[in-house]
């Protein structure tokens, strides 16, 4: 079955939203590597920790929402989307951050809309139409133009390629997730899918950091770096993940693949205030082009309706 959706104002409005708090993530782990001895793992805890109360939360406010009966199959694919989005995905994303810039980060991993399109085109036989080809061409142009000169061959930070690796392979498992997502949600509804998906990979990340600490849990790991496990927590996860699903559901995954592509935009901006790395005029015209292809895709289905 096709995956068509009507693109709506509100639908693109909150997948720009949440990409743009999604591409906080990454100026936010950066900056508590630079700022705190800490590990990627530990950090990740951290996020998913403080994210937990919230989703909870919502799970009890919504548990008296229309009911939908999934079978055993359904259950282990939400749970098994759930690990490979935000616990398997997250744990590649920061150990990668180790070792490269937050702006090399985001041109990797944004490279996942590609894979969301090849999954749904050859896994699901969904078509691509002119409008998504050419925008994502437009957009990735963008991007690609946005990171010229980001490359300096002569000082490579040492496990550079690793980091690039490893968020090579984030990339991909984020776009699984997403086109998994777009699945599911119509089934159980975006708030639901995404309260059960997360509540998984907490489960997940949990388990595996207490595993590699002998199930020993550090409080003064909390009472030390909250401030940074509350940003991550709520800036770069709540707030984004339910955005993102509300978004898929309006108007499909491979719509929120290409608009969400404005995260390596927001990523520089932030990183030049924050991280104090410098805005080039590449970077400018790669924004450009960036905001010219999501505009397009909204300005022709407002001529379509």
Known sequence: MNEKRHLTTSGILLTFAGAVLFSTKAVIVKKAFHDIHIDALTLLMLRMLFALPFYVAVAVWTKDERQVSLTRKQWLQLIGLGL??????SYLDFEGLQYISAGLERLILYLYPTFV?????????QSLNRIQKFALALTYSGIMLAYVGEFDWNNLQEGHLLGAFLVFLCAITFAVYIVGSGKMIPVLGATRFTVYAMLSAIGGILLHYMIQNNFHFSVQAVEDYWEYGLLLAVVATVLPTFLTSAGVKRIGSNNVAIISSIGPVSTIIQAHFILGEKITAAQVAGTVLVITGILLIGLKQEKAK
Do not use: E, Q
């Open 84 to 89: 490979m989005g935000y616990y398997l995905s």
């Open 117 to 125: 399109v090849l999954i749904n085109f050859f896994v699901f036989k």
